[in-house]
C-alpha cells in the first residue's frame, strides 16, 4: 500500500472510508488489565454512536486509543485517515485538530473568558485574528452562548461551562466529535440540551462518538448504541437500545 509524507498508509478518498476502525485491537496494560480484547468496529462518516457499559468495561481505553493517549498491543485502528498504529509520536497533534474532544469536567482555563477559551482552540492550529473571531462568534451562537463572550469561567453553571466545552470542540469544524461523559456534571434538563446539541451537529454531518452511562439519554435519542464488557463488544445496535 502506497504511503503518504506521514509515513502511513494512503486510504480511500474521504467520503469512502470510515471515520472509525478497529481492527482485531486489543490492549494490556503493564499491570496486566486486560482492557479491550479483539476489537472490531467501523463508524462511518455521519453516524451518531453512543458508547455504553459498566465501570471497567474499556470505555475510557476505547476512547484514549482513538485520541492516542494509549497504543494498542495488538491489532489496527485507523481514525480520520490516519494509521494510529504506525503513527509517530509528533504526528499526533496533526490527528487531534481531525477531532473536537468535550471532556466530562470541561476543562476550561479559569483566566480565560469564554470567548479567549474557544479561541485558544484556533491558536493552536495557526488561525488568524480575523478567522477566530469570525468561528468563536459562530460557535458561540450555535450553543447559545452569544452574550456570553466575555463571561469567566467561575461565572457560568455548570451546563454553561459545559457548552463552551462544546463549543471549543466545534470551532476548528472537525470531521468528528469525541464526547467522554460530557453529561456527567450537569443536570438531566442540561444533559439533554447537550445531547439534543450533539445530535443537531450530527445531522449536519459531523461524526459523534460518545460515552455515556446515562441510560435515559441513550433510549430517548435512537442513535447507534456500542456495548462494551470486559473489554469486548457485546451489542451494535443501530437506531438505540432494543427493548
Known amino acids: 500500500m502506497a504511503e503518504n509524507n506521514l509515513n502511513m498508509p494512503v486510504q480511500a478518498p474521504a467520503e469512502d472510508r470510515p ?18 480484547e479483539d476489537v472490531n468496529i467501523r463508524i462511518n462518516k455521519g453516524e451518531f454512536a453512543f458508547v455504553v457499559g459498566s465501570s471497567g468495561a474499556g470505555k475510557s481505553t476505547f476512547m484514549k486509543l482513538i485520541m492516542r493517549e494509549e497504543k494498542a498491543n495488538t491489532g489496527t485502528i485507523m481514525v480520520n485517515g490516519y494509521n494510529l498504529t504506525k503513527m509517530r509520536r509528533k504526528y499526533i497533534p496533526m490527528l487531534r485538530r481531525t477531532m473536537g474532544i468535550v471532556f466530562q469536567d470541561f476543562r476550561l482555563i479559569p483566566k480565560m473568558n469564554v470567548f479567549e477559551n474557544v479561541a485558544f482552540a484556533m491558536h493552536v492550529v495557526g488561525a488568524n485574528n480575523r478567522e477566530i473571531r469570525k468561528e468563536v462568534s459562530k460557535a458561540l451562537s450555535k450553543v447559545g452562548l452569544g452574550d456570553k463572550a466575555r463571561s469567566m469561567p467561575d461565572e457560568l453553571s455548570g451546563g454553561e461551562q ?42 449536519k454531518g459531523t461524526t459523534v462518538l460518545m460515552v455515556t452511562h446515562d441510560h435515559n439519554l441513550v433510549r430517548d435519542f435512537k442513535h447507534r448504541v456500542i456495548m462494551l464488557d470486559s473489554g469486548r463488544i457485546v451489542a451494535d445496535n443501530t437506531g438505540g437500545v432494543q427493548e
Do not use: C, W
Open 162 to 203: 459545559q457548552r463552551v466545552g462544546l463549543a471549543r470542540a466545534l470551532v476548528n469544524s472537525p470531521d468528528l466529535i469525541i464526547a467522554d461523559e460530557p453529561t456527567g456534571n450537569v443536570d438531566p434538563n442540561m444533559s439533554y440540551e447537550i445531547v439534543s446539541l450533539l445530535t443537531e451537529i450530527n445531522k
Open 19 to 36: 471515520v472509525i476502525e478497529f481492527k482485531g485491537v486489543s490492549k494490556t496494560y503493564r499491570s496486566g488489565t486486560h482492557a479491550l
